[in-house]
């Protein structure tokens, strides 16, 4: 569906910037806040965010993974 609103413009600026450090669209930002709003699933929305992000993620752990003894170790 669409849907039609009248929003000042440097409120559109500000809620676009906002939306693009999030690594979204003003759209996928107004998508998100009507889906919480209505008291869509979060959870299904999390784990595709998560996804979607790890996806994108240029992160590199250089071959290091976690060791329980490690993390666990007492001086």
Same mark, same amino acid.
Do not use: C, Y
């Given at each position: 569906? &669409?849907?039609?609103? =009248? %929003?000042?413009? @440097?409120? %559109?600026?500000?809620? +676009? ?5 999030? /690594?979204?669209?003003? &759209?996928?930002? %107004? ?6 709003? #209505? /008291? /869509? !699933?979060?959870?299904? @929305? !999390?784990? #595709?965010?998560?996804?979607?992000? =790890?996806?994108? =993620?240029? /992160? +590199? =752990? @250089?071959?290091?993974?976690? &060791? @329980?003894? $490690?993390?666990? $170790?007492?001086?």
């Amino acid at each position: 569906m &669409n849907l039609t609103l =009248s %929003v000042d413009e @440097r409120i %559109v600026r500000k809620a +676009r910037k906002a939306a693009e450090s999030m /690594g979204m669209s003003l &759209n996928q930002a %107004v998508r998100r806040f009507l889906e919480e709003l #209505a /008291g /869509g !699933d979060s959870a299904d @929305r !999390d784990i #595709a965010e998560l996804t979607e992000l =790890s996806e994108r =993620s240029e /992160g +590199r =752990s @250089r071959g290091w993974r976690f &060791n @329980r003894e $490690e993390i666990h $170790e007492r001086p």
